[in-house]
């Protein structure tokens, strides 16, 4: 009997360090990860207010990152990396985005994933950095996060990217220089038997060769016009319409998207 007791509260015992480690395991970090030090404690609190009513009308988690230093990772490396390892994201595909900024390098950097995806392309990525940037240069930190904010709410009310197409930077390279070499053979097979034939074609003979050209004088010498030709060409504009995404493989495996720039 005290064998069985002793088995069930060693087992409820067990049991509830499995839970308390889960738990502790999927503890999200703040939504504002001022390492670099660029914001008052009423400034964190003001942001994070604004992400977390984000997130609940949106369903899309929002992440503001500062560092002074990456610890020798490129930026989309370590902004990839750090969403993950602080279990950002909601839902089973983790959607969300992360605003990184690096003072060391003066890199910004946005990582997003899972239906985060669906509404920023690169092309709505760059606007964001663009627009951010401008404020970051002026050393305008806080009023770089709100229009980061701003931005992300416009493309999400803005809706998905239609005719998306998702480009993968981890395209297979041997495959891209295997066509390459493949395009180039069929192309010289295809000059060398030009050549070929060529000079195998009998050339026609005509009377005029048998002419004596000293003997040809001409008297009248006159410009005919002809006709005029008038050709149009469409300037393409950049929109909003069918953008790309790129997107690429973390460390750990997963799918992020994303773009750098610099302020």
């Given at each position: 009997?005290?064998?069985?007791?002793?088995?069930?509260?060693?087992?409820?015992?067990?049991?509830?360090?499995?839970i308390?480690?889960?738990?502790?395991?999927?503890?999200?970090?703040?939504?504002i990860?001022?390492?670099?030090?660029?914001?008052?404690?009423?400034?964190?609190?003001?942001?994070?207010?604004s992400?977390?009513?984000?997130?609940?009308?949106?369903?899309?988690?929002?992440?503001?990152?500062?560092?002074?230093?990456?610890?020798?990772?490129?930026?989309?490396?370590?902004?990839d990396?750090?969403?993950?390892?602080?279990?950002?994201g909601?839902?089973?595909?983790?959607?969300?985005?992360?605003?990184?900024i690096?003072?060391?390098?003066?890199?910004i950097?946005?990582?997003?994933?899972?239906?985060?995806?669906?509404?920023?392309?690169?092309?709505?990525?760059?606007?964001?950095?663009?627009?951010?940037?401008?404020?970051l240069?002026?050393?305008?930190?806080?009023?770089?996060?709100?229009?980061?904010m701003?931005?992300?709410?416009?493309?999400?009310?803005?809706?998905?990217?239609?005719?998306?197409?998702?480009?993968?930077?981890?395209?297979?390279?041997?495959?891209?220089?295997?066509?390459?070499?493949?395009?180039?053979?069929?192309?010289?097979?295809?000059?060398?038997?030009?050549?070929?034939f060529?000079?195998?074609?009998?050339?026609?003979?005509?009377?005029?060769?048998?002419?004596?050209?000293?003997s040809?004088?001409f008297?009248?010498?006159?410009?005919?016009?002809?006709?005029t030709?008038?050709?149009?060409?469409?300037?393409?504009?950049?929109?909003?319409?069918?953008?790309?995404?790129t997107?690429?493989?973390?460390s750990?495996?997963?799918?992020?998207?994303?773009?750098?720039?610099?302020?």
């Amino acid at each position: 009997m005290k064998c069985l007791k002793r088995s069930i509260l060693f087992l409820l015992s067990l049991l509830i360090f499995i839970i308390s480690f889960q738990v502790s395991a999927l503890a999200v970090a703040s939504p504002i990860v001022d390492n670099a030090g660029l914001l008052s404690d009423l400034e964190k609190e003001e942001l994070v207010s604004s992400i977390n009513e984000f997130k609940e009308d949106y369903k899309i988690d929002l992440a503001i990152v500062t560092s002074d230093g990456l610890g020798g990772k490129d930026a989309q490396s370590f902004a990839d990396d750090f969403y993950e390892e602080n279990n950002y994201g909601i839902g089973k595909e983790y959607s969300g985005v992360l605003l990184l900024i690096d003072m060391q390098e003066r890199d910004i950097c946005i990582s997003t994933e899972g239906q985060a995806l669906n509404y920023f392309d690169d092309n709505r990525l760059d606007s964001i950095i663009e627009d951010v940037s401008k404020y970051l240069s002026n050393e305008q930190y806080l009023d770089g996060f709100k229009i980061f904010m701003t931005d992300i709410k416009y493309y999400m009310d803005l809706g998905t990217v239609e005719n998306q197409q998702l480009y993968s930077e981890n395209t297979n390279v041997i495959k891209v220089l295997i066509i390459a070499l493949i395009v180039g053979i069929i192309a010289a097979t295809i000059a060398c038997l030009i050549v070929v034939f060529s000079y195998k074609s009998p050339k026609a003979t005509s009377s005029i060769n048998y002419v004596d050209r000293d003997s040809i004088k001409f008297n009248k010498k006159k410009d005919i016009f002809i006709n005029t030709y008038t050709t149009r060409s469409k300037i393409e504009k950049n929109n909003d319409n069918g953008g790309k995404t790129t997107v690429h493989k973390s460390s750990s495996g997963r799918t992020h998207g994303g773009r750098t720039g610099k302020f």
